[in-house]
């Protein structure tokens, strides 16, 4: 599939398309979507922003579209992604006024619950909250023909594997599944053969791969010697930046630290209400901050442009996440930076990163003290890939 016109798409998607500027597919879009159309199961796995999202939403609008009955499901591993989803899936509904439900925990429950009064034929959510209403009886999947998991190994890296497994129990067989994975692993493999049925296999490029236009630089630092590098790079560098860190109760001190230093900051994790979330992602899109402190919960999910920089203060525990922070910048053909600010104390997580990146590296350069590796303090590395609930801060220093 060269371009949309050839998929044979209804008029209405094809507007909503041309509204949205999709023109020419993706490598995904252009392998998943003419064997979904098709009604066959698949079962993809792409580099993150590569377009996925419209890979499994052009061929389910189409389906309900042509069919007045029937509802799709999309399961996702956070609400932020789910928010983000359902957004580009509005937009590719168009002008049908098709009900849609966004079922994410931290949401209002009587909201919901009006949403799915209205019989929504789009649901979109997490698997906790999706399983809550299930078990409410708010919810029925009987007439569910379109099912769609996407980001299935963040999904079991979360411990969602008994909440997907009790919503499979309410879903008709009679169905299209669709799911989409970063990584294959072991157990995303069971699961594709617990929900999918003879699915086409599409695979674009490698899953251990980063984006081809990130350029990576590794800094052995101490503990001590940490955060007035993380300044020094702030100071030096242009446009937004996004910092990764272990711990929620890091992303609000780091973010605090930052501000005292007059540079506009806000910080994201996993114990801020849904809305607070939102406002510190609508700020940052919006360019009310430079800086934002997030844990992995912005690992995956955090579509926003004009990211040019991802500052690795503390490395993941998941080699595999590593792929996704960085891929925050980089998106869409830009050009991006990844920065990692490595301790001595990050030696094996370095290690199995770069192992991931490369399994035929025979070893991987460890981490030093004193902030001085092999060549010094700075290696670039530009690879063309083959405690309690808080307010965030609001500290938006001018």
């Known amino acids: 599939m060269q371009n949309f016109n050839e998929a044979g798409l209804p008029l209405p998607l094809m507007r909503s398309l041309e509204r949205m500027g999709f023109t020419t597919p993706t490598p995904i879009q252009a392998a998943a979507i003419p064997p979904a159309l098709l009604g066959r199961d698949v079962l993809g796995t792409a580099q993150t922003g590569t377009g996925k999202t419209a890979a499994f939403g052009i061929p389910m609008v189409n389906t309900l579209l042509g069919n007045p009955r029937g509802s799709a499901l999309v399961l996702l591993p956070t609400r932020e992604l789910a928010v983000q989803v359902m957004d580009t899936l509005i937009q590719l509904l168009g002008d049908s006024r098709m009900a849609t439900a966004l079922l994410i925990g931290g949401e209002s429950m009587p909201k919901q619950f009006q949403q799915l009064k209205m019989r929504p034929r789009v649901i979109v959510g997490t698997p906790g909250r999706i399983n809550d209403h299930l078990q409410r009886g708010t919810l029925v999947l009987h007439d569910t023909r379109f099912l769609v998991l996407d980001e299935t190994d963040r999904m079991l890296d979360m411990g969602f594997h008994t909440q997907l497994e009790a919503i499979a129990r309410y879903l008709t067989a009679q169905r ?73 109760w890091g992303a609000e001190k780091l973010a605090e630290k930052l501000c005292k230093q007059r540079l506009r900051a806000d910080a994201l994790h996993g114990d801020l209400r849904q809305s607070q979330r939102e406002r510190v992602i609508d700020g940052f899109r919006e360019q009310k901050f430079r800086i934002l402190v997030a844990t992995d919960i912005a690992a995956r999910g955090l579509d926003i442009p004009h990211i040019e920089h991802v500052i690795n203060y503390d490395l993941p525990q998941c080699p595999e996440d590593y792929i996704h922070r960085i891929g925050r910048t980089a998106r869409a053909g830009a050009e991006g930076a990844a920065v990692n600010l490595l301790a001595p104390k990050d030696s094996d997580k370095w ?10 590296a025979v070893h991987a350069p460890r981490p030093v003290a004193g902030g001085k590796p092999s060549g010094g303090s700075r290696r670039r590395n530009r690879r063309p890939q083959h405690w309690q609930q808080k307010r965030s801060i609001e500290c938006y220093v001018a």
């Open 176 to 248: 299209q599944t669709l799911m989409f994975s970063a990584t294959l692993p072991d157990n995303i493999l069971k699961l594709a053969d617990r929900y999918l049925t003879n699915p086409v296999r599409v695979s674009i490029g490698s899953t251990t791969a980063t984006a081809t236009k990130v350029t990576q630089e590794h800094i052995n630092v101490t503990d001590e010697e940490k955060f007035p590098r993380l300044l020094k790079e702030l100071q030096e560098r242009q446009g937004t930046v996004l910092v990764f860190v272990k711990t929620k």
């Open 351 to 360: 290690r199995a990163i770069q192992r991931m990146l490369d399994p035929q």
